[in-house]
């Protein structure tokens, strides 16, 4: 069974600091996503990362893929305040049939003055 | 406009009182699934449909049911809702071509409450 674990599940970063979170998933996979999303509201697709080495950039944010490590990585880059917002990453599975998306569990991000 | 749509977005009712909540999608998508999203769990999903006719349980599927008559629709139904199944609800739903999966789109979300 596929499990992917974020870490940090929160964070409070003060504005124009930098900061990491991490994603770590139990099986192979060779595709990974980031979603955003705002209390109360739908998940926004950020990246889609589909191979090894992947790296993805948007903005103050950019994400990347080790598939040898499992591990994807969101950078954030001197936060803003309306960076505040929910941060789920979703790995795909190989070889199911149902292909589901498994999420963690979500990194909340606050970032304050 | 590429979007999934969902109704209700807000939803009070009473236990033991069937519901449906809508979703229908206009990207052609074959790929569709039903998750809910409770604090301290995440996302877990429900059911899932590969195709028109084509449905199956995800991790969670115990008191609800789908159907799958067309393409664009998934509802999600509630033959007896009962207030552990209060949460934020969340249709979703991908092309897809052999095992490829180009993520999700997903519906603005569906707030129901059972008291």
Not at chain 1, 35 to 63: C, I, T
Not at chain 2, 26 to 39: K, T
């Amino acid at each position: 069974e596929l499990k992917v674990e974020q870490n940090p599940l929160f964070l409070s970063m003060q504005e124009g600091k930098n900061y990491t979170i991490y994603c770590n998933y139990s099986t192979t996979s060779d595709r990974l996503y980031w979603y955003r999303q705002d209390p109360g509201k739908s998940l926004e697709s950020l990246f889609v990362l589909l191979s090894n080495g992947a790296v993805k950039q948007e903005g103050r944010l950019m994400a990347s893929l080790d598939t040898k490590a499992r591990l994807s990585t969101l950078h954030i880059t001197a936060a803003v305040h309306d960076l505040s917002a929910t941060y789920f990453c979703a790995v795909d599975v190989i070889n199911s049939g149902n292909t589901p998306l498994v999420f963690g569990k979500g990194t909340r991000l606050s970032v304050i003055a | 406009e590429a979007q999934v749509t969902q109704n209700p977005r807000y939803l009070i009712t009473v236990t033991g009182k069937k519901l449906t909540v809508t979703c229908s999608q206009n990207m052609n998508h074959e790929y569709m699934s039903w998750y809910r999203q409770d604090p301290g769990l995440g996302l877990r999903q429900i059911y899932y449909s590969m195709n028109v006719e084509v449905t199956d349980k995800g991790d969670v599927p115990e008191g609800y049911k789908v159907s799958r008559k067309e393409k664009r629709n998934f509802p999600l139904i509630l033959e007896s809702p009962s207030p552990n199944q209060t949460s934020l609800y969340f249709c979703a739903s991908s092309l897809r071509s052999g095992r490829l999966l180009y993520g999700y789109t997903f519906g603005s979300g569906t707030r129901l409450t059972v008291v």
